[in-house]
Structure formats: structure tokens, C-alpha cells
């Protein structure tokens, strides 16, 4: 089946079709979903050579356990998030975390930078905040602020209530706004 | 929604700025896991490639097989055993179909130059 048809195909019917040996569902599902699982990693990990490791892991898994995938039963993405992020969490826990010191300060000469200069040095801020919290914390926020997901669906990849779900997010904010409300001036922010 | 609240306020341009800044994975990392995926992709369920047949064997399928060869073979040897050795009844069935000349041909008796004698010697 050509690339293109395969795009309206769901990642659960190219999971089976990868299993059942089509190489080319093998390359749709890789250019799928790599971009999702990289992203997920890099915004829990903030750093490109850990997520990349992350995310060529948890599609290992992915090609090892599709022979045994149970089309309808889970959705692959919600698999995929859940594996992303305890491979994640496994790799925080191996590492020192980071110093909440160690957020960049934005540099003298920063204000008459480009706006993209500014928004990168926002990202960054938001990293670092991010690599300050606690991982059920961090994990909530990132798949609700950053990736969009609804509360059901992340409920169903952290394997919690979505009440728990709430509150893990409402501590998560009320956490990053304390480690970054000093820094909206700095990065450019007006209080209005 | 909570949207309103002073922590969303807060954080809601980090966080702006963070979906517009979407991390891509390199062009070295997606090769990597595509040949991941090849590798550990299994085989095809229930598809083993047949044999590849010879040019003998093609020709074989072409004739329809074994069991067509051998009426073949036997109606060739037929055909040489009655070329050879014909029995009467051929001679005198294939007399009767064609006319009294197959007879002389079968005789013996053919004269080449009957009818142009008269040529030969005015020539």
C-alpha cells in the first residue's frame, strides 16, 4: 500500500499491518509518531540527547509488542505517553535534579534581542520550572498545557482518576507560577 | 474553565511560547528508528515464495504438465510407426480418399517426364 493511502489509516489498523509485515506501515508509523513521543520526552526531560534515547526506546517497545497488540483494546498513543514518561521518569531518577538556581537568567543584552531570542529564553524558563517539579506533577502539566490532551485521556495514561488528575495539575501551576512569577519582567512580560 | 485564575495568567504566555517552540526530531534519529522498525518488523504471515521454476519446468506448464508430455510422446511415436510401416488399411483408405494417383506414388510407378517427352527431344 502506497505512504500516502496510509494516512487515513489509524495507528492501531498500521500497528497490525506492521505486524502482519508491511514495510511501508513500518515507515508510516515512523514518521508518525516519532515526532510525538521525541516531543513528549524533550518537554519532560529538556534535553535533545535524552529524548532522543527515550523515544528510540519506546519504539522499540512499540515494533517488540505489536505482533501481541490487541486491536481496540488501547489506544497506540495513550501506550506510547505512558511508556515515554516512565522511561523519562526512570532517566530523572538516575540524575541529579535540577537546581532551581539553574534557571538561565536572561542575559544584559537580551532586551533588544530578536523575539524569537526571547521566546527560546521563555522555553527554557518553562524547562527549567518544569524539571523542578515533582514527575506526577510535571507529567500532568506537560500532557495538558503543552501536548493538549483532555483530562480523560490523560487520566487513562496516568492511570488515575481525572479528579486526581485536577489536582495534580492545580499544584503543578500553583508550583511553576512560584518559580516563575519573578521572571515574567525579565523575559519581557508586562503585568497588566 | 480555570483559565482565570492568577496561576493560568501567569503561566499561560510560558506556555504559549512553549507549544509554538515544538521540538522536531532529527533526520539521523528517524532513520535510526526506521531501521528499528524494519529490522524487528516480523515476517508475512502465511506468504512463503514459491520455488522459482526452470526454463524445462516453465515449458512443462505450458504443454499442461506430465500427463499431456506423454500423450504427446505416444501420438509421435504413432505417427513414425505408421510413417515407417504403414498397414494396408492406410494405403487403401488414403487411395480411395485422394484418387487413383496416390496409388502410383505408393507403386513405385511414377514417370517424371511423362507428358514431356515430345520437349526434350525437339529441344
Known sequence: MPLDAMNDLSDDALLVLYANGDAAAARALTLRLTPRVFGHAYRLLGNQADAE?????????????????RQ????????????????????LRRKPSAALDSIPEPEDDARGATETMQDKERVDALHTALGALPDRQR?????????????????????????????????????????LAGRRKDLGYTDD | MTEKDPDSTTLQPFFEAARADTPMPSGD???????????????????????????????LDLVGGWPAVSGLAAATAAGVWIGVSPPVSVSDSVASLLGQ???????????????????????
Open chain 1, 53 to 69: 534515547d527515550v523515544t528510540q526506546e519506546a519504539l522499540m517497545r512499540l515494533w517488540k509488542i505489536a505482533p501481541d497488540w
Open chain 2, 29 to 59: 534519529l528517524m532513520a535510526r528508528i526506521e531501521a528499528d522498525a524494519l529490522a524487528m518488523m516480523p515476517e508475512p504471515a502465511g506468504l512463503v515464495s514459491a520455488p522459482q521454476r526452470g526454463i524445462f519446468g516453465q515449458l
Open chain 1, 72 to 91: 481496540g483494546e488501547a489506544k497506540v498513543s495513550t501506550w506510547l505517553y505512558r511508556v515515554t514518561a516512565n522511561l523519562c521518569t526512570d532517566r
Open chain 1, 139 to 179: 507529567q500532568a502539566i506537560v500532557l495538558r498545557h503543552l501536548e493538549g490532551l483532555g483530562n480523560p485521556e490523560i487520566a487513562h495514561i496516568m492511570d488515575i482518576g481525572p479528579r486526581a488528575v485536577e489536582s495534580l495539575i492545580a499544584r503543578g501551576k500553583r508550583a511553576l507560577t512560584g518559580l
Open chain 2, 101 to 123: 494417383d496416390i496409388g502410383l506414388v505408393t507403386s513405385g510407378a511414377l514417370e517424371p517426364l511423362s507428358g514431356f517427352d515430345s520437349l526434350l527431344v525437339e529441344g
